[in-house]
């Protein structure tokens, strides 16, 4: 089933022009006003945003010096919540207090380096809580997402009501955490919260950057509908054993169990989204360069949200990892849940992560590549390949949401319904350089599906 947001119509009626028309009595509740005063705020603080540099309109051209948000709210410190607290110091800094909420205790060491943070524990689904933190400290608050397994639209509900904006990585899980198909989920993750602030859903570097690179690079590549077919690689290589003996993954190996070995498939075909009927992804193979490497076609959020992209014909993701790893993900579930593992901060690590985007169309073909050593990341931010990239396309969001325009145009959108024109892309490449997202043409080596 696609997902099509809902467009109300409205009839008006023409009044009479030689009839007088008796005065109305406007009654406002308080929550009318509230909005308003919202309204006018956000006016005015954006024709601010405009003439903040040298007093001349730019928008599209400069990053603004006034920040959108005061407030930052992380919720979730695992895996790449702690990714972002160690790299993203350049955007955090833009917010005058920051509020990192955990189910469990941080160690010391953590919060040692960050004194001027506020460190809570504390459940991200509980909604008193989150009432508690956005509205102790006067200013707008950005509320950043990152935890696995929630009601996201739940959250994000409560906190249109709050006034807050929002940002996430992932899909939601359906109300009550009840079993679903993969494209109720999305559907349901794709649930339009009314607010004075944008929620932006499913953003990091897939799903999120896989899709804006997407639309850029099939701006001026075809004149019709259902033109592209995409593919994304992905090959994580990270060669690590834990303390414990299991083998190292770049992040939660639940998560990465449930997308690999329980969803089905699921891919755009012809224009429509169409998931398989048996557990678990397809396996598949891919050629780069000269090498032949196993994988697997998952169900992915970046996958379902380019089905919403009219020039998109068809997508598909394959997963790869490491021999020794694939070797678990062939064998049964209970096995993979006692075998992987994500490497603690302190062990050294060996092998790259690759990420890849190719396009392909009557006489098109695109293919741009990123990647990231895992070892030398690793030496000098003490996290792997796969927190660095998403952590850096988080980045990427914050500095979108926290100082350009974007960041006050409210509604809920992912990478591939967030609207922008010629001047918000010339903002993007300037958020893609600023925070290192090193997307790069691969025009010498074969990219192929193995059939």
């Known amino acids: 089933m696609r997902f099509t947001p809902n467009r109300a119509s409205s ?52 990053l603004a010096r006034i920040m959108n948000y005061k407030n930052l709210i992380l919720l979730g410190a695992g895996t790449i919540g702690r990714g972002l607290l160690k790299i993203g110091q350049r955007q955090l800094s833009t917010f005058e207090s920051v509020t990192v909420i955990d189910k469990r205790p ?33 200013g707008k608050t950005l509320v950043i997402q990152l935890c696995s397994e929630i009601d996201s639209v739940r959250v994000r509900s409560h906190l249109g009501m709050l006034g807050a904006a929002y940002l996430d990585t992932s899909a939601s899980c359906l109300p009550g955490k ?52 995409v593919s994304v690689y992905e090959h994580d290589q990270l060669n690590a054993t834990t303390p414990s003996g299991r083998l190292g993954v770049g992040w939660s190996p639940e998560e990465l169990i449930e997308e690999v070995m329980l969803t089905p498939t699921l891919e755009v075909m012809k224009g429509r989204i169409v998931q398989d009927d048996s557990e678990g992804a397809k396996p598949a193979k891919f050629r780069w360069g000269k090498e032949i490497i196993p994988c697997r076609v998952v169900a992915h959020e970046d996958i379902w949200n380019m089905g919403l992209l009219p020039q998109v014909s068809s997508a598909r993701f394959l997963y790869a990892f490491h ?61 792997n390949a796969v ?16 100082r350009t325009h974007l960041g006050l145009m409210r509604g809920t959108y992912c990478a591939s319904t967030l609207p922008l024109d010629q001047m918000d892309w010339e903002l993007i490449d300037k958020a893609f350089i600023s925070n290192s997202i090193d997307w790069r043409p691969a025009r010498d080596f074969e990219l192929r599906v193995v059939e």
């Not at 690590?349 to 890849?356: D, F, I």
């Not at 927190?387 to 926290?402: F, M």
Request: proline share 5%; glycine share 6%.
């Open 11 to 62: 009839q008006y009626k023409v009044p009479s022009l030689t009839e007088p028309r008796p005065l109305r009595q406007i009654t406002l509740k308080r929550q009318d006003l509230y909005y308003i005063l919202i309204s006018v705020w956000s006016v005015w603080h954006a024709l601010m945003q405009r003439i903040c540099e040298n007093g001349v309109l730019n928008r599209g051209h400069t």
């Open 178 to 229: 009840k079993q679903g198909t993969y494209d109720e989920v999305m559907s349901y993750t794709h649930t339009w919260i009314e607010g004075m602030c944008p929620h932006w859903i499913c953003w990091g570097i897939n799903p999120g950057l896989v899709e804006i690179l997407v639309r850029r690079m099939t701006q001026n590549g075809g004149n019709h509908e259902r033109a592209f077919d």
């Open 387 to 402: 927190q660095y990239q998403v952590c850096r396309a988080i980045e990427v969001a914050i500095e979108l949401l926290q």
């Open 323 to 383: 021999p020794r790893v694939m070797e678990i993900l062939a064998g049964s579930v209970a096995d993979a849940y006692e075998s992987l593992g994500v490497p603690e901060d302190h062990m050294p690590l060996r092998g790259a992560e690759r990420v890849a985007v190719q396009i392909t169309a009557d006489r098109v073909e695109k293919c741009f590549t990123w990647k990231t050593d895992h070892a030398y990341v690793w030496e000098r931010y003490a996290v």
């Open 106 to 138: 941080l160690p010391r060491s953590c919060k040692s380096h960050f004194p001027s943070f506020t460190f809570w524990l504390g459940d991200a689904e509980d909604l008193d809580l989150l009432t508690y933190h956005v509205t102790r400290v006067p």
